[in-house]
């Protein structure tokens, strides 16, 4: 089969995967000249009684629970459309940030709903890509035949609306995933015709084995990524510094940065500079994470155009001489780097051990590790029951999260088929979910924020979105 993308987008309940849940997906199959091949996916998915949104999100897109409830379909009714339209052969799965915001949902989903949450992404020669990257990319490098907008404050911004709206695309309703998503055709399509170098290097380059190449080859290379400052256009030279093996991540360092003051660091003084703050005072360490898997915008070498140079407050010296330096002394400042990432992750460590011992905990834990084969055969077969039998899976899984996951996926789903005992069990569950706490309880500041965003100068139809999320918080709240 030949080669093709899936544009898709996402409207969520929140900005949580392993909590929130997909409202709204859609999603368009292409060729690799961005004609559409067959139908749009474009389904609501219901929102369950254990779950409530976050306001501001419904405030953005508009969508309110009911509407999901009333035109919406399951998460394992959604999956089976899903898999039947989008999944196939050589199918490289695009959106605009959805690397770490759509993807990152789709897994979760997949995982309450017992399917592998990985091979959607990688079997039969699929992959994924991220379109966000490469128009940062673009602006900074290669800008030329394309609009670039700004927001309110001065500061460039790359939005898919203003994008769209600077260039003329087709972007008929920001927010509403369908739009997004022809509107992140149109954008490719735009970028290709006006850099079609650069759009498809990068494209060549978003498997990880070929950007590992490229940032072990021991030379500086042009990095953009979201974790850099827009006054900079996202995007640095940097250097790698190395990985340990097995890793699909690498430390690198940013050569906008003299490295001389973080040389000599102690391991303790590494990991205060690295954690995160918001004190725009803090020292912050120049290291950063790169994932080869989350397809990375990094092209080889350091770009030598005057105007580019300028356009991103680098000099050419400045690179190298930090580079010469990083690479002096980078034994010593490499060893102390990872003894920090060990006890930063120990740290994480004992923070998920706490995580685990709670039941209630089991749609957080996807990463906890990868299902085995006997247990994703068994998944499988769930998959195809019908859900009054589904009670014969229960504690048949090798991996306890399975197990603890069963029931909820029943009572999700299939709520229909609960007998009086699951249902007591499915009461208990929502009430713990929902009310556990108090004031500071799910419920609880969920009508709190509410209350809050009521207060604010708000429009008539947020308003009553307000009033419609308050109507849902009510008809799902349990009798404790």
């Given at each position: 089969m030949?080669?093709?993308?899936?544009?898709?987008d996402?409207?969520?309940s929140g900005?949580?995967?392993?909590q929130a849940r997909i409202?709204?997906?859609?999603?368009?199959?292409t060729?690799?000249?961005f004609k559409p091949i067959?139908?749009q996916?474009?389904?609501?998915?219901?929102?369950v009684?254990d779950?409530?949104?976050?306001?501001?999100?419904?405030?953005?897109?508009?969508?309110?629970?009911?509407?999901t409830i009333?035109?919406?379909?399951?998460?394992?009714?959604?999956l089976?459309q899903?898999?039947?339209?989008?999944v196939?052969p050589?199918?490289i799965?695009?959106?605009?940030?959805?690397?770490r915001f759509?993807?990152?949902?789709?897994?979760?989903?997949n995982?309450?709903?017992f399917?592998?949450?990985y091979e959607?992404?990688?079997k039969?020669?699929?992959?994924r890509?991220?379109?966000?990257?490469?128009?940062?990319m673009?602006?900074?490098?290669?800008?030329d035949?394309?609009?670039?907008?700004?927001?309110?404050d001065g500061?460039?911004?790359?939005r898919?609306?203003?994008?769209s709206?600077i260039?003329?695309?087709?972007?008929?309703?920001a927010?509403?995933a369908?739009?997004?998503v022809?509107?992140?055709?149109?954008?490719?399509q735009l970028?290709?015709?006006k850099?079609?170098?650069?759009?498809n290097?990068?494209?060549?380059?978003?498997?990880?084995?070929?950007?590992?190449?490229l940032?072990?080859?021991?030379?500086?290379?042009?990095?953009t990524?979201?974790s850099?400052?827009?006054?900079?256009?996202h995007?640095?030279a940097a250097?790698?510094?190395?990985?340990r093996d097995?890793?699909?991540?690498?430390l690198?360092?940013d050569?906008r940065?003299?490295?001389t003051?973080f040389?000599k660091?102690?391991?303790n003084?590494?990991?205060?500079?690295w954690k995160?703050?918001?004190d725009?005072?803090?020292v912050?360490?120049?290291v950063?994470t790169l994932?080869?898997n989350?397809?990375?915008?990094?092209?080889?070498g350091?770009v030598?155009?005057?105007?580019t140079?300028?356009?991103?407050r680098l000099?050419?010296?400045?690179?190298?001489?930090?580079?010469?330096?990083?690479?002096?002394?980078?034994?010593?400042?490499v060893?102390k780097?990872?003894?920090a990432v060990?006890r930063?992750?120990?740290?994480?460590?004992?923070?998920?051990t706490?995580i685990?011992?709670?039941?209630l905990s089991v749609d957080d834990?996807l990463?906890?590790?990868f299902?085995?084969n006997?247990?994703?055969?068994l998944?499988t077969k769930?998959?195809?029951?019908d859900?009054?039998?589904l009670?014969?899976?229960?504690s048949?899984?090798?991996?306890r999260?399975?197990?603890?996951?069963?029931l909820l996926y029943?009572?999700?789903?299939?709520?229909?088929s609960?007998?009086?005992?699951?249902?007591?069990y499915?009461?208990?569950?929502?009430?713990?979910?929902?009310l556990?706490?108090g004031?500071?309880?799910?419920?609880?500041?969920y009508f709190?924020?509410?209350n809050?965003l009521?207060e604010?100068?708000?429009?008539?139809?947020?308003q009553?979105?307000?009033e419609e999320l308050?109507?849902?918080?009510?008809?799902?709240?349990p009798?404790?």
């Amino acid at each position: 089969m030949a080669a093709s993308f899936y544009f898709y987008d996402l409207e969520t309940s929140g900005f949580r995967p392993s909590q929130a849940r997909i409202m709204q997906f859609a999603g368009q199959r292409t060729d690799m000249d961005f004609k559409p091949i067959g139908e749009q996916l474009n389904v609501l998915i219901k929102m369950v009684s254990d779950t409530v949104p976050d306001p501001e999100a419904v405030l953005v897109t508009g969508i309110t629970p009911q509407q999901t409830i009333a035109d919406g379909i399951s998460e394992a009714e959604f999956l089976k459309q899903f898999y039947h339209v989008a999944v196939k052969p050589d199918t490289i799965f695009v959106g605009f940030n959805n690397i770490r915001f759509d993807d990152e949902f789709m897994r979760f989903t997949n995982y309450r709903s017992f399917y592998d949450a990985y091979e959607w992404q990688w079997k039969d020669g699929n992959s994924r890509w991220d379109l966000l990257d490469v128009a940062r990319m673009t602006r900074a490098l290669k800008p030329d035949g394309i609009k670039w907008p700004f927001a309110a404050d001065g500061k460039p911004t790359n939005r898919l609306e203003y994008l769209s709206s600077i260039n003329k695309l087709e972007h008929t309703a920001a927010h509403d995933a369908m739009s997004d998503v022809m509107a992140t055709i149109y954008l490719a399509q735009l970028i290709k015709s006006k850099q079609p170098q650069l759009f498809n290097y990068l494209l060549e380059y978003r498997s990880k084995a070929k950007v590992r190449s490229l940032v072990e080859s021991g030379k500086p290379f042009m990095y953009t990524s979201g974790s850099f400052s827009s006054q900079f256009l996202h995007t640095t030279a940097a250097l790698f510094l190395g990985r340990r093996d097995q890793q699909d991540y690498a430390l690198v360092y940013d050569l906008r940065i003299d490295p001389t003051p973080f040389l000599k660091l102690t391991v303790n003084e590494i990991i205060d500079a690295w954690k995160f703050t918001r004190d725009p005072e803090a020292v912050r360490l120049p290291v950063k994470t790169l994932k080869y898997n989350r397809c990375p915008a990094v092209i080889p070498g350091v770009v030598k155009d005057k105007d580019t140079l300028a356009r991103l407050r680098l000099t050419r010296q400045q690179i190298l001489d930090n580079a010469v330096q990083v690479t002096k002394h980078s034994k010593s400042f490499v060893a102390k780097l990872f003894q920090a990432v060990e006890r930063l992750d120990e740290e994480r460590a004992l923070v998920q051990t706490v995580i685990i011992e709670d039941d209630l905990s089991v749609d957080d834990r996807l990463y906890d590790g990868f299902m085995t084969n006997k247990d994703k055969i068994l998944m499988t077969k769930l998959r195809q029951t019908d859900p009054i039998e589904l009670n014969n899976y229960f504690s048949k899984f090798d991996d306890r999260r399975l197990n603890s996951l069963l029931l909820l996926y029943k009572a999700r789903n299939f709520p229909h088929s609960l007998n009086s005992e699951e249902l007591a069990y499915w009461d208990e569950f929502r009430i713990k979910k929902l009310l556990n706490g108090g004031t500071d309880s799910r419920l609880a500041k969920y009508f709190d924020r509410i209350n809050e965003l009521a207060e604010t100068s708000l429009s008539g139809e947020k308003q009553y979105l307000l009033e419609e999320l308050k109507l849902y918080g009510e008809s799902i709240m349990p009798v404790d």
